[in-house]
């Protein structure tokens, strides 16, 4: 209860910059002294920082929560589809996982369901998941570190991915446009993710329907370079029709649909 109290308050400063004691107690459901005794925990934490009547978010833990609410955005969604991306592994095989919060989905999973595999990574978060998970054994790339999705990019990670190679790779996206491309948010990410495309036998790309027509600045590769795509079933039939137009092999997980 007390951590989930905490969650709502840093994700409430997160959104809203400032709030009183009196907010957050709304938000939460807790007492107001309840709050300020949290309050005066996650000061001491360097997670916010306390004005009179109220607090806002540290500078410094921005990145990091803003890392957290993209985790929960369409989760349903995300673990559905880390679910069948779960079923195309193979034990003894070498794969990458990117730093996507659809691919951190996978990590947890395989975290729950383990099995022999050796894993590469560019995702400080995926890593995190994978200590000490049974027969899994683990490498990050090194690099520049992009605290936006705690992931690692640039010459160095690049220049280490030309000497590997991966039997799958599993791919999250920003988005994918209209004219059927992935594209991402940053410069860097696009870059490394190209080469992450060259350097696989199977490339399987994770994108929850919403990623579908959405924009992003930076293009890494057409959709037809993965080799599938797994998505979720609120995708608009037009995307179904195109990606069947394509010759891309998507897999479609169906959901609920109450949420």
Known sequence: MQSDRISKIQHHLYSNGFANVQELAEATGASIVTIRRDLQRLEEGGIVTRTH????????????????????????????????ALALLQPHSTVFLDAGTTVLQLARRLRVEPMPL????????????????????????????RHENLSLVGPTAERQLGEL???????????????ARLYTL??????????????????????????FGARAPYAVAAVTEAHTVITDDRLD???????????????????????
Do not use: C
């Open 53 to 84: 009547g109220g607090a806002r978010l540290a500078e410094a833990a921005g990145p990091e929560l803003a890392f957290q609410a993209r985790v929960q955005e369409q989760v349903e969604a995300k673990r559905a589809i880390a679910d069948a």
């Open 118 to 145: 050796t894993v590469f990574t560019n995702g400080l978060a995926v890593a995190q998941e994978l200590v000490n998970v049974e027969g899994v054994t683990v490498n990050v790339l090194g690099g520049q570190l």
């Open 165 to 179: 190679w991966f039997d799958q790779l599993y791919l999250g996206t920003s988005a994918v446009h209209d004219d």
């Open 186 to 211: 940053h410069p860097a990410e696009a870059s490394l993710n190209r080469v992450m495309l060259g350097r696989t036998s199977r490339a399987v790309v994770l994108s929850d329907s919403s990623k």
């Open 237 to 259: 039939a037009g995307w179904v029709k195109r990606l069947a137009e394509l010759g891309v092999d998507a897999t479609i997980v169906p959901l609920g649909r109450t949420s």
